[in-house]
């Protein structure tokens, strides 16, 4: 970004997302002088930062909500987005395939995403070739749907691969055979103890899980249908004590879910959701739960 000027011969720009100074012999300050920390220029360049923070955050949301949700991308919006560098760095290397006209695609015909635009979707392939996507639209699997999440990895690795989007490496749940297909609770990460409720409460914010009911929740839309995962974190006095609860499933209209009727993508979120609330428990100094 170009030196912009302030008052009293001083010039400001942008660098690393933070405001630089120069006096005007040129030098560059370790701070914005208090003379000019109050400039419109000065001002207007940390809101610009502030905005571009608030950008980037939103495109990396935007992004996994599409691979967590399975929501077909089109490829005319990813070429739209491409330019934008925060739209950009939040899919690059991303793991995608192309829909066919039912939205499912080939699991073995996917690579990392690299380009998008009137040439088609860039990827590179398990190969190593660089090939384009003839598709009017893509999906970002969810690693737990990809059969060759092993390979990809180890390829990925070797490539030296960095995601924006916690895809490749985001950690999943299978459900176990010896899950009981008609029961309709989830136990593993019950009994965490909490010394007060808002404790909780604000670990689910700071993940992105909002609280209805007593419940943190993790919407998933999967085949065709909206599914939620509802971790138990207490609805009492906010100073109390509470403990982490049973993980149910719901469908649409509220209605709790068998586990044999739980796709792969829903179970692995919500286990993923109640494992990382869990996590935040009171654990005593001998590694036991307090």
Known sequence: MTWLATAGGYQVTLRSGEVVCRNPKGRELRSVPPA????????????LTEWLARHDTQCRSDVERWMVRSLPVPAAVLA???PDEAWRT????????????DDRWDPDEVGFLRAAGDGGIGVVNLDGETVRLAADRIAIPHPVLLADLDDLREFAADLAVHQSVDQLFRQTWTRPGTVDPQATTVADHAGGKYEQLRHLLARATSL???VRGGYAVCRIFEAGRTVEARAWVGDGEPY?????????????????MRLGAVGPVAWSEGMRMAAALYAGRVVATDGEDA
């Open 36 to 47: 000019v920390r109050d400039d419109a220029v000065v001002t207007g360049l940390r809101q």
């Open 80 to 82: 739209q987005v491409w």
């Open 90 to 101: 939040a899919l690059t290397d991303l793991v995608v395939a192309a829909l066919d006209d």
């Open 208 to 210: 992105g899980y909002p």
């Open 240 to 256: 109390y004590e509470t403990h982490t609860g049973d993980l149910v499933f719901t469908d649409r209209e509220g209605t709790g």
